[in-house]
């Protein structure tokens, strides 16, 4: 009988622990759902080319949050095909209207969308061409990829906006920066397109890049932390 009482009240312990523990559906639901617009970059010189800078950090925060998995994000082709149907134009990046505001979040089914800016994206050389002589005015040629001995900057302005209320609900800044000798960028052609592309390997290697990335981990950690303030 004793047997029977324990194995009787295992069991029930067993269910109750079933009923109260969330299940893999309900927690997903938990989750909120957010839209990241290509962030601005208007403020920065464009030493870089025709790289748009702010789409590729921008994809960099995306692949944060995913990987982090506290929010579900809406897929880039999709937001992508809504900015188009909403006229929406890069100078609309920084500061969007609340009118467009609610309609991307409305089209999109989301109740957050995170954008922003990128206020900081250079470097501060002293260095020398690769492979040749020197280079002149604390500058690299047209093109050139070097290393440098000075320090690479990158600071990102993000904030979480309500789409319903305009409400900003989080605030995420953060700067990176990169004081070690080694690989940079230089020159005015598009040297961040291709192999240099913002995300490749080859750009993480660079002291560019290596700021980057700094800056966008503490962007997506804050991002993160502001979760317990969403309803």
Known sequence: MRR??????ALMALAVFALAAPSP??????????????FDYGTIDRWWGNEDIGKGIADLIVDGLVEDGSYRVIERKRLDLIMAEQNFSNSDRAEPSAAQVAKIGKALGVKYIILGSITKFGIEDKGMKIGAGGW?????GVGDVGTTKGKATVAIAARMVDTTTGEIMAVAKADGTSSRSGLALGGAANHLGGDFAIGSSNFRETILGEATEMSVKAVVAKLV???????
Do not use: M, Y
Not at 25 to 33: E, M, N
Not at 225 to 231: F, I
């Open 4 to 9: 029977f009482h324990a194995v009787a009240w």
């Open 25 to 38: 559906a309900s927690a997903q639901s938990k989750r909120p759902t957010v839209a990241l617009i290509d």
């Open 136 to 140: 002149g005015g604390g500058k690299f």
């Open 225 to 231: 932390a502001a979760k317990n303030r969403l309803e």
